[in-house]
């Protein structure tokens, strides 16, 4: 049974950072594809960033370019998400997910991940 756990998130002011943290349990997902995605309220999940388990080679949705960074702890089976200069447009809930196969460029697609975390609230004012 595999389950994501997010934390991490809160309310900061513009500016500020955050560092969200997804523990993953059941999965090791040793050559699959982890990512960040968001959702606004009436707006459509978006893709935030994605990561290679097995190359850690790295996707960003351009909004976060240079902002985010995503990263992976094998040891702890934890998956990161470094979030500096934030802006009021990145508040949202963020959610972990992963599957099984490699990212591709079309990493960002939300239908092709199996595994869900719950979210974790960012709010930056």
């Known amino acids: 049974h595999v389950q994501l756990v997010e934390s991490g998130g809160g309310s900061v002011q513009a500016g500020g950072s955050l560092r969200l943290s997804c523990a993953a349990s059941g999965y090791t997902g040793s050559s699959g594809c982890m990512a960040w995605f968001r959702q606004a309220p009436g707006k459509e999940r978006e893709g935030v960033a994605g990561?290679?388990?097995?190359?850690?080679?790295?996707y960003f949705a351009d909004s976060v370019k240079a902002r985010f960074t995503i990263s992976r702890d094998n040891a702890k089976n934890t998956l990161y998400l470094q979030m500096n200069s934030l802006k009021p447009d990145d508040s949202a809930m963020y959610y972990c997910?992963?599957?099984?196969?490699?990212?591709?460029?079309?990493?960002?697609?939300?239908?092709?991940?199996?595994?869900w975390g719950q979210g974790t609230q960012v709010t930056v004012s």
């Open positions: 990561i290679n388990s097995g190359t850690n080679y790295r």
């Open positions: 997910a992963a599957k099984a196969a490699v990212c591709t460029p079309t990493w960002y697609m939300s239908a092709s991940y199996k595994y």
